[in-house]
């Protein structure tokens, strides 16, 4: 179901029609300053992941990881976690999380508190979730220069294409999904995949 829905949003986002970026400014936007991150996505791989604690995951995949690479995963829509890749067995894998309450809190099939945090080892809880792992291969610095709630817009040196998917990493926020709708000299215009807090990240930008 996760897979499905992502790909008929890829699909919606390449059939944009490029056009003038002022003619695309849906809502009002603020402008900002925030060094940021961009990855863009090369292709999804289905995850599943086994077993889960409050500070990592264990999951399988016919995606080629290696340990110490970052994951960019997702276990419900539109909503993506990064951890980083601690072991590789085959097909299985376990992966280390800064903080991994958010994604308990995200798939809301476990009780956090049944998950003790003050163990030499956090004890692992078993479960069956389906998910995807977005699969990017290059990393971008780039700063953004306005927002809105329903897109970015970016500074950036490298190429991207018109319809491509990407995940935007900013400051203390959890990593934003976003398909690109415009290109113009070193600018980008950004939709995401969920309408972000214009407020909060303009203050982050102060």
């Known amino acids: 179901m996760l897979i499905e829905r992502l790909v008929a949003w890829i699909h919606a986002g390449r059939q944009v029609v490029a056009t003038a970026p002022c003619d695309r400014r849906l809502e009002p936007r603020r402008k900002v300053l925030l060094r940021a991150e961009v990855v863009p996505i090369a292709e999804y791989v289905e995850l599943k992941i086994v077993d889960v604690s409050r500070t990592g995951f264990a999951g399988e995949t016919s995606a080629a990881l290696r340990a110490a690479q970052p994951v960019l995963f997702s276990v419900t829509p539109d909503r993506f976690h990064e951890g980083i890749v601690r072991w590789v067995r085959g097909h299985r894998f376990g992966a280390d999380l800064a903080d991994a309450t958010d994604l308990l809190d995200a798939a809301q099939d476990i009780d956090p508190g049944l998950l003790p945090s003050h163990v030499a080892r ?8 389906i998910g995807i792992i977005a699969v990017g291969h ?6 953004v220069r306005d927002v809105s709630r329903s897109g970015l817009r970016l500074e950036l040196e490298a190429r991207l294409d018109v319809g491509q998917n990407v995940l935007v990493r900013l400051p203390d926020r959890p990593l934003v999904l976003a ?7 070193r600018m980008v215009g950004l939709q995401t995949a969920e309408r972000m807090q214009t407020l909060r990240l303009a203050y982050t930008s102060e």
């Open 122 to 129: 956090a004890r692992r809880q078993p479960v069956d979730w």
């Open 138 to 143: 290059v990393c971008h610095r780039t700063i």
């Open 179 to 185: 398909t690109v709708r415009w290109c113009a000299d």
